[in-house]
């Protein structure tokens, strides 16, 4: 029969997984919200390029279209630079997030893999594999087309919280171990400095799990917070060229706004002569 492998109820309730999935699903919301924006900016492009070559047909019918190529050129590349840059921002934000929570997740398999009992003919690399199953080894080949999505990264939050479980485990098998180490010396076994030795690797690993822990959920906050600034900005670029319902739609909202003008009071009959 398979012994029940001890836990430690208290680290266990420190991993607030729920609160990551919550984190990750507002970043989520605001990228997917990012994308509508993104998709707003390529259709200001080329409503901008549909404009110029109005004008182009204008001027080469005759008419005095002024400086207004250049002005509507000098729009449309402004924008194209914002476009390519929020594109480009988002699948680096994506790689960078998902890189340094591998790594994070990294440094808790190895904390677990150096007190557990690894199967036979296993490395301790190949352990670390096993351990990171399901997730999308980092670094990828970007040349290969590597890519990293928010699947991705909700895929190694459950990882990392499971490793966590699994290292918090590690954590409370120190119990029994000294335990059996006191009870042995108190039976006359010279223990030497077991049980200090025991203690001070508990209390180690104990910090590094809180450490790690209170990391995570700092981690993902700024994460959040980043999130929310990048699509600020973008709102702001994407929404200078309006279509005209839009423009009739805030034209009616202001009037709509705009405070009622109170009654005159009635002027007061003029005594006869």
């Known amino acids: 029969m398979t012994a029940i492998r001890p836990s430690d109820n208290a680290l266990r309730e420190k991993i607030e997984e729920d609160k990551y999935y919550e984190v990750l699903n507002v970043i989520n919301q605001k990228y997917t919200e990012m994308e509508t924006y993104i998709s707003n900016l390529e259709s200001d492009i080329s ?23 250049d002005t509507l050129g000098f729009q449309r590349e402004s924008l194209e630079i914002d476009l390519d840059f929020f594109v480009h921002m988002k699948k680096v934000y994506m790689r960078k997030l998902y890189g340094d929570l591998y790594q994070y997740c990294g440094n808790i398999i190895d904390n677990a893999l150096a007190i557990e009992d690894l199967p036979p003919n296993q490395t301790k690399e190949e352990a670390k594999v096993r351990k990171y199953a399901g997730s999308k080894p980092y ?6 087309g590597v890519t990293y999505d928010m699947n991705d990264i909700y ?39 077991l ?45 200078e060229i309006v279509t005209a319902e839009e423009l009739q739609q805030a034209e009616e909202a202001q009037q709509q706004q705009q405070p009622a003008q109170p009654a005159q009071p009635e002027q007061p009959a003029q005594p006869s002569a």
């Not at 110029?52 to 207004?68: F, I, P, S």
């Open 139 to 144: 670094p990828g080949d970007e040349e290969n």
């Open 195 to 239: 049980i200090v030795n025991l203690e001070g690797q508990q209390q180690k690993l104990t910090l590094e799990f809180t450490g790690y822990v209170v990391r995570l959920a700092k981690f993902l906050d700024q994460n959040k917070n980043f999130s929310s600034r990048c699509l600020n900005r973008i709102k702001m670029i994407s929404t």
């Open 47 to 69: 409503s901008i390029k549909e404009f110029e070559n109005e004008m182009k047909a204008d001027m080469e019918r005759g008419y005095d279209v002024g400086t207004a190529l």
């Open 155 to 193: 895929t190694l939050i459950t990882t990392t919280s499971r490793n966590l479980r699994e290292l918090a485990d590690d954590i409370g098998s120190f119990k029994n171990r000294i335990d059996s180490a006191k009870a042995k010396e108190a039976r006359g076994f010279s223990v030497g400095n």
